[in-house]
């Protein structure tokens, strides 16, 4: 049984950093892509970071770019987002999925094959 479980959400302040983790089981980790999205209410989940193992490509949506970095370990099948300077804008929930869409284009779900955690919250106060 795939499995994904989010962690290190939290409340701080602007300016602050977080380093959310994302652990996976039940499948080979290094074959599928995985990614970070967000959704804010009212608002669509978009795909803000991803990362193929496999050739180590990783994307940044333009909003992250230079403040978030994705990794993975492999020996612990976890993804990590570390997040620095935080912004108010970047509160939202937080999702981590697997066998996703990565490419140039973008982290895009693939509804008919994608893997989902449960989610986790990021308040970044002002």
């Known amino acids: 049984e795939v499995q994904l479980a989010e962690s290190g959400g939290d409340l701080v302040q602007a300016g602050e950093s977080l380093r959310l983790s994302c652990t996976t089981s039940?499948?080979?980790?290094?074959?599928?892509?995985i990614g970070w999205f967000r959704q804010t209410p009212g608002k669509v989940r978009e795909g803000i970071s991803c990362i193929r193992n496999d050739d180590e490509f990783t994307w940044y949506e333009n909003s992250v770019k230079g403040r978030f970095t994705i990794s993975s370990d492999i020996a612990k099948n976890t993804v990590y987002l570390q997040m620095n300077n935080l912004k108010p804008e970047d509160t939202a929930a937080y999702f981590c999925?697997?066998?996703?869409?990565?490419?140039?284009?973008?982290?895009?779900?693939?509804?008919?094959?994608?893997?989902w955690g449960r989610g986790l919250q990021v308040t970044v106060s002002s």
């Open positions: 999925a697997a066998n996703i869409y990565c490419s140039d284009d973008g982290a895009h779900e693939a509804p008919s094959r994608d893997y």
């Open positions: 039940g499948f080979t980790f290094e074959h599928w892509p």
